[in-house]
C-alpha cells in the first residue's frame, strides 16, 4: 500500500499560482494552545498561523495558557469538547504537559506540537528548531569571539522543556574542546521572561564580577541579562547572547545590546503548523519531527531580518 503524500511537503514543488488554486477547508476548525502570549516568539506564531489559516479557509481558535500548565490543560479540554478537527499545542511548561496530548488523541484529534514535545506522550508530529545544532553554533561563536578562554553564566529557561534540554547539549558540545571556557553559573527561569532574566544575572554577577560571557536562553532572558550587566557596569567586558531572533532580540543585536542572536524560522513554522494539521486531518503522511534550521543572528546580517522575519 501506498503512503499519501502530504500537500504541505509537496508545496516546495508547486508554482504559486498552484498553491493559491488549493481547495478551501472552510469546513474545518484549528485549535492554537499557546504557551504564553507575552513572548514575542509565540505571539509570531499565532500571528503566521491566524494567516495561513485565513489563506487556505480554515478557522482558527486560539487560547493563551499565561504561562500556566493547570490552565492549559482546561484549555484543550475546551477544545475538544468543540470538536476541533485539530490543535496545534505549544505546552506551557514541562508539568502536566502529556495530559493534553492523551486527551487530543483519544478525542481523535490530530494534535501538532511547536517548540515543545512532552516527553513521554510526542505529538503526532513535532514542528521546531533544530535547537542542538543552533546552539552549538552559538556555542562555537562564543569560543571565537572569546579566544576559547571565558567564565559562563547561563540563564535557563524552564527546566525539562525541550528548548532548554536542547540548547543546552548543543552549546556544550561546542565549547568542549575548549578547557578554558567554562560554565561557572547558571539558574534557571520560571517563564523565559526579561525580569527575570535581570534578577538572575544580577545575583549572578554580585556573586561573580568575573564572568565575561552571558547567554541567556531566549532573547528576553538576554536582555536582562544585559541590563543587569550594564548596572552593574561590566557590560563593556562581558558578551551576551540569546536564542530566538524576537523583535526585540534583533534591535538588540542591531543596536550592539546583544553580540548575537540564533534567529529561528518563527513565521514558517507558523505556516507549517497549518500545513501540517490539514495533512493529518485529511489522512496524509506527516513526519513525527520537522526540525527547521536557525541562522547565526550579528550585527552585519540582522537587517534583513528586522525586514523581514523568516
Not at 155 to 178: S, V, W
Not at 212 to 229: I, K, P, Y
Not at 268 to 290: H, I, N
Amino acid at each position: 500500500m501506498f503512503k499519501k503524500i502530504s500537500k504541505g511537503l509537496l508545496i516546495s514543488y508547486i508554482t504559486a499560482a498552484s498553491i493559491f488554486s488549493m481547495p478551501a477547508w472552510a469546513e474545518y476548525t484549528i485549535g492554537l494552545a499557546v504557551a504564553n502570549l507575552q513572548a514575542d516568539f509565540f505571539n509570531q506564531i499565532k500571528q503566521s498561523v491566524e494567516a495561513e489559516g485565513k489563506r487556505v479557509g480554515a478557522s482558527v481558535v486560539v487560547v493563551d495558557a499565561r504561562g500556566d500548565s493547570a490552565t492549559q490543560v482546561s484549555q484543550i479540554q475546551d477544545l475538544i469538547t468543540r470538536e476541533v478537527d485539530a490543535i496545534i499545542y505549544i505546552p506551557a511548561g514541562a508539568t502536566a504537559a502529556t495530559v493534553p496530548v492523551k486527551a487530543a488523541r483519544k478525542a481523535g484529534i490530530p494534535i501538532i506540537t511547536v517548540d515543545r514535545n512532552p516527553e513521554g506522550a510526542p505529538g503526532d508530529t513535532f514542528i521546531a528548531t533544530n535547537s542542538v545544532e543552533a546552539a552549538r553554533v552559538l556555542g562555537e561563536y562564543v569560543a571565537e569571539m572569546t579566544g576559547g578562554k571565558g567564565r559562563i553564566g547561563v540563564i535557563q529557561g524552564q527546566i525539562g522543556t525541550t528548548p532548554e534540554i536542547d540548547r543546552n547539549k548543543g552549546f556544550l558540545q561546542a565549547i568542549d574542546g575548549y578547557p578554558e571556557l567554562n560554565v561557572v553559573a547558571q539558574q534557571a527561569s520560571k517563564g523565559w521572561m526579561q525580569d527575570e532574566g535581570f534578577s538572575i544575572t544580577q545575583d549572578m554577577l554580585q556573586r561573580d564580577p568575573n564572568i565575561t560571557v552571558l547567554f541567556g536562553r531566549a532573547d528576553a532572558l538576554a536582555l536582562g541579562a544585559a541590563q543587569a550587566a550594564k548596572v552593574s557596569n561590566l557590560s563593556d567586558n562581558i558578551i551576551v547572547v540569546g536564542f530566538d531572533g524576537d523583535a526585540a532580540g534583533l534591535e538588540a543585536v542591531k543596536n550592539g545590546v546583544l553580540d548575537a542572536t540564533m534567529t529561528q524560522q518563527t513565521q514558517f513554522m507558523g505556516r507549517l503548523a497549518v500545513r501540517s494539521a490539514l495533512d493529518l486531518v485529511e489522512g496524509y503522511y506527516v513526519p513525527k519531527t520537522q526540525l527547521q534550521g536557525a541562522t547565526l543572528t550579528v550585527k552585519d546580517n540582522v537587517d534583513q531580518f528586522i525586514e523581514v522575519h523568516p
